[in-house]
């Protein structure tokens, strides 16, 4: 019953987060701008670039939102200039240098059309973004802080594991050694992916291979990669080595370790990417901010990480132990089913990954079927910390 209980809060824990309230989302009128964004400059000499834009005028006095936005090393300095189709100019900003952020509302332009230029007064290296707005001042999307809480709630997550993993007195060297498992796996999963994932990507769905069977084997690819290396590489080590003649406490922090790196690394990137974000938006694309705003704009979208979290430490947890069982018995078939398992949920994953998850509906979608994974994973943990063979530090320990 205990087991069940815990199985239907986190159930309910799930759909309270998918049906979070909306928040306002900060005012921008990126959506009238013209813009060009992340353009380098690796210039020997002073020089000139056209943006390519034309700003009508309707008429006299009428406002022209600007803004210029990048970074420029060295003592040059950059400008944006607006000139008439004879190319004259009759206005320029201030000279920027350094980290700059440049905004006004430019209401001293004749009716007419003219050319937007940015130029530069010596040898320059950086980059800029440029954006103008008919009528009115340039409003780009504000990140809220709201950004920061997937990744906090991802260490949070880490924490309460490891948290517990003291708590329960688990080995700290087969924590330790989950850990380094979990990154060496990775590591040749993706030393694998990279070159390939494209050929595979290619060949299924890139040709006249039929519908939708190539998507399908694909995504079973991709999963297929978790299942030939975090799951095949642990258990030849396991399995041939005294390394898997172990107690529960033993193969239960092994697991814990496994999972919990994999939610600090995670944590510790997405709240490296808010950061960055909050404090130095201009090192972001507008589009990555606009993204992020509209992301930051409902408390789903930055609980959906925390949740997937929780449960697929549970999943890692699971597919360990599963290993450890398989090796103190001598059965394979364990081992397999540890496969299926863990490359059944990362095809999941690719699956959202190839079509995006741009709506919370799609969000919350994709996390509750990786909240089934996790609560299959539970009960399968609690009857395996019943039947394990090896001998326990503690009589009567379970998993939770």
């Not at 060949?203 to 694909?218: D, N």
Request: net charge neutral; aromatic share 12%; proline share 4%.
């Amino acid at each position: 019953m205990k087991t069940i209980r815990l199985a239907l809060s986190i159930l309910l824990l799930t759909l309270l987060t998918s049906c979070a309230v909306a928040t306002q989302p900060a005012p921008s009128n990126l959506q009238k701008a013209s813009y060009l964004t992340g353009h380098k400059l690796n210039e020997t000499q002073a020089g000139e670039f056209e943006t390519g834009f034309m700003i009508e005028v309707p008429n006299d006095g009428y406002p022209i939102g600007l803004l210029l936005k990048g970074q420029l090393n060295g003592d040059a300095t950059l400008q944006a200039e607006i000139r008439t189709a004879e190319g004259q100019t009759l206005w320029k900003s201030a000279p920027l240098t350094g980290a700059f952020r440049f905004s006004e509302r430019i209401e001293s332009l004749p009716a007419g059309q003219y050319a937007l230029f940015v130029t530069w007064s010596g040898a320059a290296q950086g980059n800029f973004d440029i954006y103008f707005v008919p009528g009115e001042a340039v409003i780009l999307p504000q990140v809220s802080p709201m950004v920061l809480i997937g990744g906090l709630g991802m260490l949070l997550v880490a924490l309460g594991y490891l948290v517990y993993a003291l708590f329960r007195r688990l080995h700290i060297g087969y924590l330790a050694l989950g850990a380094l498992a979990w990154i060496v796996t990775v590591a040749i999963k993706f030393a694998i992916a990279i070159p390939l994932n494209p050929l595979v990507y290619q060949a299924l769905l890139g040709g006249s291979f039929p519908q939708p069977w190539g998507e399908g084997l694909f995504h079973l690819y991709v999963g297929s990669l978790t299942g030939w290396t975090e799951v095949l590489l642990c258990w030849l080590l396991l399995r041939y080595t005294r390394l898997g003649q172990v107690s529960w406490k033993k193969a239960l922090g092994f697991g814990l370790g496994f999972g919990a790196v994999e939610a600090l690394l995670l944590g510790l990137l997405s709240l490296g990417n808010g950061l960055v974000a909050l404090l130095a938006p201009q090192q972001l694309s507008s589009d990555a901010l606009a993204a992020l705003t509209a992301q930051t704009s409902n408390l789903g979208w930055s609980l959906a990480p925390i949740v997937e979290r929780l449960f697929v430490v549970i999943v890692h947890i699971f597919c360990a132990v599963l290993l450890f069982y398989a090796a103190a018995l001598r059965k394979p078939g364990y081992f397999w089913l540890a496969f299926a398992f863990k490359s059944l949920l990362d095809s999941v994953a690719s699956y959202a990954q190839l079509h995006g998850l741009t709506t919370l509906t799609a969000l919350w979608t994709i996390e509750a079927i990786i909240a089934v994974f996790g609560v299959l994973a539970l009960f399968g943990t609690r009857w395996l910390a019943q039947h394990y063979p090896a001998p326990t530090d503690t009589a009567g320990e379970t998993v939770v």
